[in-house]
Nanobody, 122 residues
Framework: QVQLVQSGGGLVQPGGSLRLSCAAS????????MGWYRQAPGKERELVAV???????TLADSVKGRFTISRDNAKNAVYLQMNSLKPEDTAVYFC????????????????WGQGTQVTVSS
């Protein structure tokens, strides 16, 4: 079994910064993509940023130039540095590990973290 444990988040004023971290543990041979999604009240979950095992990143247009995603393959960890935060960034942020393969198994499975609240407000 695989677990994703998130840390970071909280309350910050507009223009401030936060850093989210997520580490995957368990029976992991490889992880294809790691990323962050968010869900605001009354809205659907949306992609924020994703990074492949090779380091290719994709960011939502709404966060380009403000957020940076990075990954440590050796630690099976992904990070989201969020700068110049805006009230519209307020949401629960979820870590995702996509295409996780266990040792001796060719099956690919996706996993989610527990979610962490990010609130941007003065």
């Amino acid at each position: 079994q695989v677990q994703l444990v998130q840390s970071g988040g909280g309350l910050v004023q507009p223009g401030g910064s936060l850093r989210l971290s997520c580490a995957a543990s368990g029976d992991i041979f490889s992880i294809n993509t790691m990323g962050w999604y968010r869900q605001a009240p009354g809205k659907e979950r949306e992609l924020v940023a994703v990074v492949t095992s090779g380091g290719t990143t994709t960011l939502a247009d709404s966060v380009k130039g403000r957020f940076t995603i990075s990954r440590d393959n050796a630690k099976n960890a992904v990070y989201l540095q969020m700068n110049s935060l805006k009230p519209e960034d307020t949401a629960v942020y979820f870590c995702n590990a996509g295409g996780v393969r266990a040792y001796g198994n060719f099956r690919l499975t996706d996993y989610w973290g527990q979610g962490t609240q990010v609130t941007v407000s003065s």
